[in-house]
């Protein structure tokens, strides 16, 4: 059975630090895998996928990373704004029938 | 630009109550599925349908029944309400056959059982 977990489970920074979340799983037979963003009270919005056969992916301040073989993901927030304060979760796709998710990180990023 | 749409955002029920969660999407997806978020328990799959006319249990699907109306509806209904049940649900699609196809998720529904 999958199992996916990330630490830390909360992380509190100073405006501008450059940070890094942990994700790891148990069977790296995944799909992909993905990171979310869910702000208090609303629904996930998907930030970064990655595909079984990438090694990582970017879009703007953030930057994505997945070693399948040692079943583990990053994800990598450069300049860290306020508005970047919510809950990010990872997530695998097990071959298309199911995604677990990760239990998620709690950021605050303090102006 | 309306993505995956549910309704109600919240519900009281009382114990023994039914009442079903209405969720539709209109990116053409194949899949969908309904997750509930708990404190300290993250998001665990009730049931998902991979495609339509078909459905199949998740993790918790116990106390709960769902239909795939059609390829935009997927609904999940509760027919005899517990207080264990008092949670927040989540619907999502993607078109999972495809490996770059990310989860799409709705805003949610608030849901409190007394």
């Known amino acids: 059975k999958q199992e996916v977990t990330q630490i830390p489970a909360a992380l509190s920074v100073p405006e501008g630090e450059n940070l890094v979340l942990n994700c790891s799983f148990t069977d790296s037979a995944i799909y992909n895998l993905q990171w979310f963003r869910q702000d208090p009270g609303k629904g996930l919005t998907s930030l970064l996928l990655?595909?079984?056969?990438?090694r990582e992916q970017t879009s703007g301040r953030l930057n994505a990373s997945l070693d399948k073989s040692s079943g583990r993901s990053t994800l990598y927030i450069a300049a860290s704004q306020p508005g970047d304060s919510a809950t990010y979760l990872c997530?695998?796709?097990?071959?298309?029938?199911?995604?677990?998710f990760g239990p998620g990180t709690r950021l605050s990023v303090l102006p | 630009n309306a993505g995956v749409t549910q309704t109600p955002k919240f519900q009281v029920l009382k114990t023994g109550q039914s009442m079903t969660l209405q969720c539709a999407q209109d990116m053409n997806h194949n899949s969908m599925y309904w997750y509930r978020q708990d404190p300290g328990m993250g998001l665990r799959l009730i049931y998902y349908?991979?495609?339509?006319?078909?459905?199949d249990k998740g993790e918790v699907p116990n106390g709960y029944n769902v239909s795939r109306l059609n390829k935009r509806e997927f609904s999940l209904r509760l027919e005899s309400a517990a207080p264990s049940q008092t949670s927040v649900y989540f619907c999502?699609?993607?078109?999972?056959?495809?490996?770059?196809?990310?989860?799409?998720f709705g805003n949610g529904t608030r849901l409190t059982v007394t």
């Open positions: 999502a699609s993607s078109e999972a056959r495809r490996r770059d196809s990310p989860l799409h």
């Open positions: 997530a695998v796709d097990n071959y298309g029938q199911n995604f677990v």
């Open positions: 990655i595909q079984s056969s990438q």
């Open positions: 349908s991979a495609s339509e006319g078909t459905t």
